[in-house]
């Protein structure tokens, strides 16, 4: 360094050719005008930094149970799907644990003679939704289970919707309505 001088010369500083010295890779480099790319150059690196992916462990399995000893009964209007017994509901269940899918959903189909317009067949405990579920855990404790709660299974009519009664029945689970 020269005396009185502020400034101390070195020589370029070169990286693989580049003068890194010169104008755009001073002070905080040259982003966004260059990106670097290094983290996409090979397959095995962009997988490694991609933002989104999706497993089976994302994936929630939707199933249809009905009554029965036995069986399944393909569903027209969903190729490839088919409501279940419970039977058939417990060696599906143990199908998604195997594949790494964490929940299932369960859709109960009840049978026309224990509908009615107050849908009280959503609070009987040895329902078809209630009794699937137990075996269900009982014999896949570790699988998830999600259930619809709503009450057109149960009705003659289908909208969740009480057409007699001024009020719904009260519910053991829930107490009495409104809910809140």
Not at 87 to 115: M, Q, S, T
Request: aromatic share 6%; charged share 20%.
């Amino acid at each position: 360094m020269i005396a009185g001088s502020r400034t101390l010369k070195y020589g370029p500083l070169i990286c693989r050719g580049v003068d890194l010295t010169s104008k755009p890779f001073t002070s905080l480099g040259a982003f966004p005008r260059v990106r670097m790319r290094r983290n996409r150059r090979d397959d095995w690196s962009r997988r490694l930094v991609a933002e989104n992916i999706l497993t089976a462990a994302d994936l929630i399995w939707p199933v249809f149970v009905k009554e029965g000893p036995s069986g399944r009964e393909d569903i027209s209007s969903m190729p490839g799907v088919s409501r279940l017994t419970i039977p058939a509901l417990i060696d599906e269940a143990g199908r998604a644990a195997a594949l790494g899918i964490p929940v299932i959903a369960i859709f109960p189909v009840v049978p026309p003679g224990l509908k009615n317009a107050e849908g009280d067949e959503a609070l009987n405990p040895e329902n078809l939704i209630c009794r699937a579920v137990a075996a269900v855990k009982h014999a896949h404790p570790g699988i998830g289970i999600l259930c619809d709660a709503a009450l057109d299974p149960f009705t003659a009519h289908g909208p969740a919707q009480f057409a007699t009664r001024s009020t719904p029945p009260a519910s053991p689970m829930f107490g009495s309505w409104p809910m809140r």
